[in-house]
C-alpha cells in the first residue's frame, strides 16, 4: 500500500514539476517581455528550484569519457566482467593503458546507485584500473532470480575478486567495509589466490558501539520486528520485480533528508538565491549534487534486515559471531592483507573508531600492514568526495597500494 501511494505521488509529482519547469521557462526567456516585470525573475527561480526538487529519477550514468594520465588525455569507456542478477562488476578501461594496480571499488547498497562514487572513480582512474560493483535496483530483479542477502554480497565480492584476477586492491566505501571485511576473511583461510592485497574501509560501520551515530541509535532503540513491520514493503506489479519484499530507497532517502532537513533546506533556499542573481554556476552545482542524492534503489528486504541485526543490534563481526554460509567468520585469518582504515573527523554516519575497529580485530595481522587515516574536517560524504579526498585521502591511498603492491 505504501509503495502504491508513493508511485502515485511521484506520479503526481511529475506533472507539477514539468509545469513548472514551463512556467520557469517562459518567465526567464529573454524573449518574453513579462520578464523584465517586477518578480517575474524571482518567480521563476523560484519554479525552477520547485521544478527540480519534483522532478523524477532514473539511474544516473557515470558519464566519463576521458582521463589525464600524466599529461596526455586517455580515452576511457566502460565495460561489464561479470553480469550478476542483483550487480555487475564494472570496468573503466583506459584505452591503451595497461598499468597501474588493479582496484575493485566496492560500493554501498545502501539506497544509492554506485554513481554516488562518481568523484570517488574520477580520482583514481589516472592511477588504477579502477572496477566497480554496480549494484541493481531491487525492484528491477523478477522473483525467479532468487534471494540476496549479506552471504550473498560476499559471494558477489569474491566472485568480483576472482574475476580480476590475483593482485587486486579493494576499497570498501562505508556500508561494504563489513562484509568486504569478512569476504577477506573468508578468502583468506581458504588460501584464494585471489585475496586482495590491500583492503580500504571508509567510514564503515564495523564496530558500531564505537561512538554511535544518530543512525546507529534508531537501528538499536527498536526491536528486529519493528523494522520488518514499518520498513518493508512488497514491489508493485508495475515493476519487473512484482512481489519481491524490499527496503524501498524513498524510504531510505527520507530517512537521511530528515537527519539534516534544516541544512537540506538552506541549500535549496541558496540555490534560489543564485539563480535569482543569475549565477547558474553555482546553482548547478547544487543541482548537480541532488541529481544523484534523489536518485535511489531498492534493497532486498533480506539483506537490510540481516545488516540490522548482525551489524547495527547484535555485532556479530566484532563479537566473533558472524558466520558465512554456516562458516564462523574468522577475521584472524587475515595475515598479509594491507588494511587501511579512514574515517571522517565530523562523520556524522559513522563515528570515530567505527572504521578502526578492524585494524584491532586483525589479531594475526603484522602492524606494519595495518595503516589509520582520521581526516581532519571531513564529514562523512567528504572522505570519498570532493576536496579533501582529492588532495588530502586519494594520496594516502595512492601511497598505501604502491608500498603493498
Sequence with gaps: MLYNAYEMQRSLLANASAMASFGAGMLQNPANPFAYLGGGTIVGSALEVFAHAAAPRGKPA????????????????????????????????????????KLLIVAPMSGHYATLLRGTVERMLPFADVHITDWRDA?????????????????YVIAFLEAMGPGSHMLAVC??????????????????????????????????????????????????????????????????????????????????????LGNHMVSHYEMFKHLVSGDDDSADLTKDFYDEYRSVCDMTAEFYLQTIDL????????????????????????????????EGERDDISGLGQTKAALTL????????????????????????????????????????????
Design 362 to 405: 586483525a589479531t594475526n595481522l603484522p602492524d606494519a600492514k595495518k595503516r589509520y587515516l582520521m581526516a581532519e574536517g571531513a564529514g562523512h560524504y567528504g572522505i570519498f568526495n570532493g576536496s579533501r579526498w582529492r588532495d588530502k585521502i586519494a594520496p594516502v591511498l595512492e601511497e598505501w597500494i604502491t608500498a603493498n603492491a
Design 139 to 155: 525492484k528491477l530483479v523478477p522473483l525467479s532470480d532468487g534471494r540476496f542477502d549479506l552471504d550473498d554480497y560476499i559471494d
Design 62 to 101: 557515470f558519464g566519463f569519457d576521458h582521463t589525464m594520465i600524466d599529461g596526455r588525455t586517455v580515452a576511457v569507456r566502460e565495460e561489464v566482467v561479470v553480469r550478476k542478477p542483483f550487480g555487475q562488476l564494472k570496468r573503466f578501461v583506459r584505452e591503451g593503458v595497461d598499468s597501474g594496480p
Design 175 to 260: 556500508q561494504p567495509s563489513v562484509p568486504c571485511l569478512a569476504a577477506a576473511a573468508v578468502m583468506s583461510a581458504d588460501g584464494n589466490p585471489c585475496r586482495p592485497k590491500t583492503l580500504t574501509m571508509m567510514g564503515g560501520p564495523i564496530d558500531t558501539r564505537e561512538a554511535p551515530t544518530a543512525v546507529n541509535t534508531l537501528a538499536t532503540k527498536r526491536p528486529h520486528s519493528w523494522f520488518e513491520q514499518n520498513a518493508i514493503v512488497t514491489v508493485p506489479m508495475s515493476h519487473p520485480g512484482a512481489g519481491r519484499r524490499v527496503y524501498p530507497g524513498f524510504l531510505q532517502l527520507a530517512g537521511f533528508m530528515s537527519m539534516n
Design 311 to 342: 551489524v547495527f543490534q547484535t555485532h556479530a563481526l566484532p563479537e566473533g559471531t558472524m558466520t558465512h554460509r554456516g562458516k564462523l567468520v574468522d577475521i584472524g585469518a587475515v595475515t598479509d592483507i594491507g588494511l587501511l582504515a579512514i
